[in-house]
């Protein structure tokens, strides 16, 4: 479904991104995890259009997307969420869902009943008419999954969408995202949330220092000594090891 090759962002001296190769089969749910700075929210923001990459190739359902506005890739069907949600303010809810829908749908009556379609996927229906800015920041986390929902996605970005909750609010998430696959979106998210990730997803990629190092099933990944180094720091891995082994 999307195939990355090559990516490479530089900002000054930085490889923010570092020639990433990456093929999304169609269905399901990747994570894409590595330490902080690792370069995923810049990767994401090359996919979907909001970087200009330096080098390499986005291509989406077999259309080269490379260096597309943000705007036609959404209309391709890959959404993003961002981290930080910045809903607008004196707008209810259901006109911030809205704003999602006019992506494909002109009528304003329309929009609004798929914003009442998304916000019950979500878990938002009981807070259709508050203003979008007295949400809570588990429920701004909804309202932004749900606005990149109402574009009618084919392969969504969630970025940290469980950064901020505290573990019940996380638990109650879980099933959102489950159900937003089981509507035939398929779903890359960054996580740092292991709980969430491991779940969830069915493969995730390793990001460290804008290389990937490592992919696979998240539970082979979180015993692979290539991924504890980043997470740990250099040497890491051969001290938990010595430990298991005298423990
Ligand atoms: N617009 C920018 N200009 C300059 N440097 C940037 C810019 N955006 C990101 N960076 C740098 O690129 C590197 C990768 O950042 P990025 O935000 O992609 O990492 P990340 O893996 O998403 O981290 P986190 O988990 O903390 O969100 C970092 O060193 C960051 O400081």
Not at 15 to 43: C, F, Y
Not at 141 to 158: H, M, N, S
Not at 197 to 209: R, T
Not at 218 to 224: C, I, Q, T, V, Y
């Amino acid at each position: 479904m999307l195939e990355v090759a090559n990516l490479t962002k530089r900002f000054g001296g930085l490889v923010a991104v570092d020639g990433v190769n990456l093929s999304l089969p169609e269905g399901g749910i990747s994570a894409l995890i590595g330490p902080n700075g690792a370069g995923k929210t810049t990767l994401f923001a090359l996919i979907t259009g909001f970087h200009r990459p330096d080098g390499g190739s986005v291509r989406f359902l077999g259309r080269d997307l490379t260096g597309e506005k943000p705007f036609r890739i959404a209309r391709a069907g890959m959404v993003r969420t961002f981290q930080i949600v910045q809903p607008f303010a004196g707008q209810t809810v259901r006109e911030n869902i809205a704003v999602g829908a006019h992506m494909h749908l002109a009528d304003r009556a329309e929009a609004l009943a798929k914003a009442e379609d998304v916000a019950r996927a979500v878990g938002l229906s009981d807070r259709l008419d508050r203003d979008a800015a007295d949400l809570t920041v588990a429920g701004r986390k909804r309202l932004e999954v749900a606005r990149a929902l109402a574009t009618d996605p084919k392969l969504l970005l969630l970025d940290e969408v469980m950064a901020g909750l505290n573990p019940s609010e996380i638990r109650d998430v879980i099933p959102v995202i489950r159900a937003i696959r089981d509507r035939g979106v398929t779903i890359l998210l960054i996580e740092h949330v292991m709980q969430a990730v491991m779940e969830l997803s069915d493969q995730a990629w390793v990001l460290n220092q804008g290389r990937l190092i490592a992919a696979g099933a998240p539970r082979a990944l979180a015993s692979d000594p290539a991924v504890i180094e980043a997470y740990l720091g250099h040497g890491m891995a051969e001290r938990l090891a010595k430990g298991a082994a005298h423990a």
